[in-house]
């Protein structure tokens, strides 16, 4: 999968795809990510990414040029199956759409900043628009990376024990079930009996347990849908 991301703010997404899964899935080809700086598709000689509003509102609002021309580019090296907007006025994201992004092929996402941007490119360049969250982020880069990493760790080879990203909560509307790992008991506090009987029939029902009480108690909204 290739992930093309615009951002007038590129450095801040230097780290979240330098480690971990995210690192090892670009290393291995399950995934590619592009950061394209904004800026560098201005034509002119102050490269303005921004400018005020027409009406008047506060703050400034990002210019439909250098968007159309830097997605322009990309549609003419390949073909797009989405490209999203980050906007906390989009659709929430959840496991779904994560699983859903994660069979595509291309992919660009627009990382939105000050007050918005120009409306013509959510009119005419946009098909899908995310949120992370019903709350206000400085710009959408931080959603970004949040959305990429939900996609990429569901790609067949991203994660060596792909049963790993199955049994992710959510994945079947159930949060999972706690883990422990040694020592078996610390400072008094123990691990549950069940779980070092050696038993994988008696384990697997506890887990199965411990998920619908965990999920009834801290989020029965999942159980409804
Ligand atoms: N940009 C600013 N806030 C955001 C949010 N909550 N989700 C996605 N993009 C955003």
């Given at each position: 999968?290739?992930?093309?991301?615009?951002?007038?703010?590129?450095?801040?997404?230097?780290?979240?795809?330098?480690?971990?899964?995210?690192?090892?899935?670009?290393?291995?080809?399950?995934?590619?990510?592009?950061?394209?700086?904004?800026?560098?598709?201005?034509?002119?000689?102050?490269?303005?990414?921004?400018?005020?509003?027409?009406?008047g509102t506060a703050?400034?609002?990002?210019?439909?040029?250098?968007?159309?021309?830097?997605?322009?580019?990309?549609?003419?090296?390949?073909?797009?199956?989405?490209?999203?907007?980050?906007?906390?006025?989009?659709?929430?994201?959840?496991?779904?759409?994560?699983?859903?992004?994660?069979?595509?092929?291309?992919?660009?996402?627009?990382?939105?900043?000050?007050?918005?941007?120009?409306?013509?490119?959510?009119?005419?360049?946009?098909?899908?628009?995310?949120?992370?969250?019903?709350?206000?982020?400085?710009?959408?880069?931080?959603?970004?990376?949040?959305?990429?990493?939900?996609?990429?760790?569901?790609?067949?080879?991203?994660?060596?024990?792909?049963?790993?990203?199955?049994?992710?909560?959510?994945?079947?509307?159930?949060?999972?079930?706690?883990?422990?790992?040694?020592?078996?008991?610390?400072?008094?506090?123990?691990?549950?009996?069940?779980?070092?009987?050696?038993?994988?029939?008696?384990?697997?029902?506890?887990?199965?347990?411990?998920?619908?009480?965990?999920?009834t108690r801290l989020?029965?909204?999942?159980?409804?849908?």
């Open positions: 999968m290739r992930i093309d991301i615009l951002t007038v703010l590129p450095e801040l997404l230097d780290s979240p795809f330098a480690h971990s899964i995210i690192k090892r899935a670009q290393a291995k080809g399950v995934a590619e990510i592009h950061v394209h700086n904004i800026r560098n598709y201005t034509t002119d000689k102050h490269r303005t990414v921004d400018d005020y509003p027409f009406g703050g400034m609002v990002m210019k439909v040029e250098p968007i159309f021309h830097l997605i322009s580019k990309l549609k003419s090296e390949r073909e797009y199956d989405e490209i999203i907007f980050m906007t906390p006025d989009g659709k929430t994201h959840n496991q779904l759409i994560a699983n859903e992004l994660s069979t595509l092929q291309n992919i660009i996402i627009l990382c939105g900043h000050y007050k918005g941007v120009d409306h013509r490119v959510r009119e005419h360049l946009i098909t899908r628009e995310i949120s992370v969250g019903d709350y206000v982020l400085s710009g959408g880069e931080l959603a970004a990376a949040v959305v990429v990493d939900s996609i990429i760790r569901l790609i067949p080879g991203a994660i060596s024990d792909e049963t790993s990203a199955l049994s992710d909560s959510f994945q079947d509307n159930l949060l999972s079930a706690p883990v422990y790992t040694r020592p078996a008991e610390f400072n008094g506090w123990k691990v549950p009996d069940v779980l070092l009987s050696g038993n994988a029939k008696e384990i697997e029902k506890w887990q199965e347990e411990q998920s619908l009480e965990r999920t989020r029965p909204d999942l159980l409804i849908k």
